[in-house]
């Protein structure tokens, strides 16, 4: 009979690519996931990996089984949330992934009300950026994903997953208390044709947001300096060094020095929670839920 636990290793190895990165998700050592596999493969009495190079890849026969395994250990998670479901109770452990200033702005009261209401449920947060949290989610590695798109740019969504709304972000454009536009009530992103921008990291989706969107106005940008962190992004406006978009929420408390000012044609994100349809049951993917949404109203 086939090891569970093997193919969870067979499954990680497949979607991660590389002993290491499979180790990683797993949270067990690349020793213990080389002797998982070669158990493995003497249970199937095939080999299912070969080298490639300093690393390994799947055989015909590895591709194969892990295309069985993900789907078993799909069914074995449905399975689970029936359970749950039916059991009623909130327990056991819950892996979370929020974008930086949602894991600042909106984890820390709703994991805090989770915990106090739930005390049998632990709970595990990580901060992730959009698109690596709904990697993370598709693949297993969280049970759920606080995560963003913008009101003109739309992130896509795979298959198989669930999301809820929490909350409409505004955006206003920051700038150096002394920039010359700072006396205004609002602004236009065009009037920053020739300011810096201080913006997010390359081929993040913030990042492509801003240049799709200045370039939309015909604004080639002018690239300063590069933050994952709204409060990193706010520091260096409050140097003067640039301009940068800044959401509410998580961008408290304001820095001294730096001016907000919302932006004619209105900016805002669009900030919700993901996770796997064969999860949707589980008790504790809807209190966690609730708990976000609760947090998000008081802010919204």
């Not at 454009?173 to 300011?195: I, K, N, S, T």
């Not at 000012?261 to 805002?268: A, H, K």
């Not at 064969?278 to 947090?295: E, N």
Request: with cysteine; net charge neutral.
């Amino acid at each position: 009979m086939l090891n569970l636990e093997r193919l969870r290793t067979l499954d990680a190895l497949s979607r991660h690519g590389s002993v290491s990165g499979a180790a990683g998700a797993l949270h067990i050592t690349t020793s213990a996931v080389s002797q998982q596999m070669s158990k493995l493969e003497r249970e199937v009495g095939q080999r299912l990996l070969a080298k490639n190079g300093r690393g390994v890849r799947l055989t015909d026969a590895g591709r194969l089984l892990a295309e069985h395994a993900a789907r078993i250990l799909s069914q074995v998670e449905l399975a689970e949330a029936d359970l749950e479901a039916q059991r009623g109770q909130v327990a056991g452990e819950l892996r979370l992934a929020a974008f930086p200033t949602a894991a600042r702005g909106l984890f820390p009261a709703a994991l805090a009300a989770l915990r106090a209401e739930h005390p049998a449920l632990r709970l595990r947060s990580t901060e992730l950026e959009p698109e690596r949290g709904v990697a993370g989610v598709v693949r297993g590695d969280f049970d759920l994903a606080v995560v963003l798109d913008w009101y003109n740019k739309p992130m896509p969504l795979p298959d198989g997953l669930v999301k809820a709304p929490l909350l409409d972000d505004p955006a206003d454009v920051a700038m150096p208390a002394g920039h010359r536009l700072a006396h205004r009530e609002e602004v236009d992103l065009a009037e920053f044709a020739d300011d810096e921008w201080i913006t997010w990291g390359e081929g993040e989706f913030c990042h492509e947001w801003l240049m799709f969107t200045l370039r939309s106005r015909g604004i080639e940008p002018i690239l300063g300096h590069r933050a994952a962190e709204t409060h990193t992004q706010l520091g260096l406006v409050a140097e003067g060094l640039g301009v940068c978009i800044a959401p509410l929420l998580g961008r408290h408390p304001m820095p001294a020095g730096v001016v907000t000012l919302p932006l004619r044609q209105r900016v805002r994100r669009h900030v919700y929670v993901v996770w796997r349809a064969d999860a949707d049951r589980r008790p504790s993917i809807r209190a966690a839920v609730g708990a976000l949404q609760a947090v998000a109203g008081r802010l919204g």
